[in-house]
């Protein structure tokens, strides 16, 4: 049983992959070329990147509604989404260059003082990249969505982290750059928010967006003082 919740205090810090810790056009980049490669089996004619771009951008800046859906409608078909996210997924890889250079900065500060899980929707492969990237040094739970059998904002996958770390919600707090699956995901079952905006965070987030976590930061830099922030307020 998680200890009883203690006004303020975090304990645990739920941090998101792609985004705050990778650079999401590693998987922009991989959707545009299934895109393109199954538009050319079908016949479709050539998909060009300003208009992937664009339905990408509309995705981001609505913060709701799924990408892959949206860019199977507009070059594929509405069937074709899931066969989209299959070949999508076969080239959706991190490579160090991906790796965020404010990363490892931020976690060394954060190590010792939070217990740290990564909850995120991705292949249960991504835990390669960041053990090799010296990522997984500072994780203590980890809740992959293909291992864990749920997707954010699914509250399942957030509860699994929380039950591995024997953590109440009160004194958790999840960090994430998107409102839709990490920020109203982690709202409904008790946590407290950091939006981290870049990624797959609006171009232009909009004064109703920002209000919607706790704290909003434009970098992982940010985030130690975006907690004792939280911490203080209770």
Same mark, same amino acid.
């Given at each position: 049983? !998680?200890?009883?919740?203690?006004?303020?205090?975090?304990?645990?810090?739920?941090?998101?992959?792609?985004?705050?810790?990778?650079?999401?056009? %590693?998987?922009?980049?991989?959707l545009?070329?299934a895109?393109?490669?199954?538009? %050319?089996?079908?016949?479709?004619?050539?998909v060009?990147? %300003?208009?992937?771009?664009?339905?990408?951008?509309?995705?981001?800046?609505a913060?709701?509604?799924?990408?892959?859906?949206?860019?199977?409608?507009?070059?594929?078909?509405?069937?074709?989404?899931?066969r989209?996210?299959?070949?999508a997924?076969?080239?959706?890889?991190?490579?160090?260059?991906?790796?965020?250079e404010? @990363?490892? !900065?931020?976690?060394?500060? /954060?190590?010792?003082r939070?217990?740290?899980?990564?909850?995120?929707?991705?292949?249960?492969?991504?835990?390669e990249?960041l053990?090799?990237?010296?990522?997984?040094?500072?994780?203590?739970?980890?809740?992959?969505?293909e291992? @864990?059998?749920?997707?954010? !904002?699914?509250?399942?996958?957030?509860?699994? %982290?929380?039950?591995?770390?024997?953590v109440?919600p009160?004194?958790?707090?999840?960090?994430?750059?998107?409102?839709?699956?990490?920020?109203?995901?982690?709202?409904?079952?008790? /946590?407290?928010? @950091?939006?981290?905006?870049?990624?797959?965070?609006?171009?232009?987030?909009?004064?109703?967006?920002?209000?919607?976590?706790?704290?909003?930061?434009?970098?992982?830099a940010?985030?130690?003082?975006?907690l004792?922030?939280?911490?203080?307020?209770?």
């Open positions: 049983m !998680p200890p009883e919740p203690t006004t303020g205090r975090i304990d645990l810090v739920l941090l998101d992959v792609g985004g705050p810790v990778y650079d999401d056009s %590693a998987y922009r980049d991989a545009l070329r895109t393109r490669e199954l538009a %050319a089996e079908d016949g479709r004619g050539e060009g990147e %300003a208009e992937f771009q664009q339905v990408y951008d509309e995705r981001r800046q913060q709701g509604g799924s990408l892959r859906t949206a860019v199977a409608e507009r070059f594929l078909t509405a069937g074709d989404r899931q989209l996210s299959d070949r997924e076969q080239y959706w890889e991190y490579p160090p260059s991906a790796l965020h404010d @990363v490892l !900065p931020t976690l060394r500060r /954060l190590a010792g939070y217990k740290i899980a990564i909850v995120a929707n991705q292949r249960a492969v991504v835990v990249a053990r090799r990237d010296g990522v997984s040094d500072f994780v203590d739970i980890w809740a992959i969505s291992v @864990v059998g749920a997707e954010k !904002p699914d509250p399942r996958i957030f509860q699994h %982290a929380l039950r591995e770390a024997g109440d009160a004194n958790a707090v999840h960090v994430g750059n998107r409102l839709d699956t990490d920020v109203r995901g982690a709202k409904r079952v008790g /946590l407290r928010t @950091v939006w981290v905006v870049r990624g797959e965070a609006p171009p232009e987030p909009t004064p109703e967006q920002l209000a919607e976590p706790d704290i909003a930061v434009l970098s992982m940010e985030l130690p003082e975006a004792e922030k939280l911490q203080a307020a209770g």
